[in-house]
């Protein structure tokens, strides 16, 4: 079956702008997870969503970030004012929750000039 | 505060010969423990993880990792590395049910 997608693939723009970023899960995975990857950073984890509520956003580096999940489904990352640090790659997962796997999607390459 | 450590930022092994990357964790109890590989390019592949039991976790592509509870090691090997293998390697710790925490990856290089 498709797996994690992530859309756009890349996405340059300008600091101050604001942007959002899509996931779409693996169809049943009830949990989604956003990560940023960072060449000074490495791995980080951003926020966690069971359904549609968000129980862990403690990874979220500032209030120019937020995320939603509808439909228990579709994530969209939004980072508002970007800066030149927001620049990384922006990770998305799904699992059917509990201990299962995260299956990652291909990430969005997000260049703030 | 939890924390995952890979002491080696990049190893350089010859196609053929054995592998082995190092992880060690910090954590309060035994947390799960997982290792992706990521190929340039591309998203992040989970090769094993180790929830409990058997302390020895065979993975795909030949991989398999020894969890040591004294040691708090979840070390990767491999016997015969292939060129194939030329990747970035993480190492996570799972925390209960939801984030991963990742360590900052060894990359790999195989010569021929």
């Known amino acids: 079956g498709a797996g994690v997608s992530q859309s756009p693939s890349n996405k340059v723009t300008e600091k101050g702008k604001d942007v959002e970023l899509r996931c779409d899960p693996i169809?049943?995975?009830?949990?989604l997870y956003w990560y940023r990857q960072s060449l000074g950073q490495g791995l980080e984890f951003l926020i966690y969503f069971q359904g549609n509520s968000a129980p862990d956003k403690s990874g979220l580096p500032s209030d120019r970030f937020s995320a939603e999940r509808t439909g228990g489904s579709v994530s969209t990352l939004t980072i508002q004012r970007t800066q030149q640090e927001d620049s990384a790659v922006y990770l998305c997962a799904s699992s059917l929750g509990g201990s299962d796997e995260q299956y990652f999607g291909p990430g969005t390459r997000l260049t703030v000039t | 505060a939890q924390s995952v450590t890979q002491p080696d930022i990049h190893i350089t092994v010859s196609e053929g010969a054995s592998l082995e990357l190092r992880c060690n964790y910090s954590?309060?109890?035994?947390?799960?423990l997982f290792w992706y590989v990521q190929s340039p390019g591309q998203g992040l592949q989970l090769l094993l993880k180790?929830?409990?039991?058997?302390?020895l976790v065979q993975g795909i592509k030949g991989f398999e990792a020894e969890f040591k509870r004294s040691q708090s090691s979840f070390n990767l090997r491999k016997p015969s590395v292939h060129w194939s293998d030329a990747a970035e390697y993480f190492c996570?710790?799972?925390?209960?049910?939801?984030?991963?925490?990742f360590g900052t990856g060894t990359r790999l290089q195989v010569f021929p």
């Open positions: 180790y929830f409990s039991g058997d302390t």
């Open positions: 954590y309060g109890a035994t947390p799960y």
């Open positions: 996570a710790v799972g925390l209960n049910t939801d984030k991963l925490i």
């Open positions: 169809s049943g995975h009830t949990a």
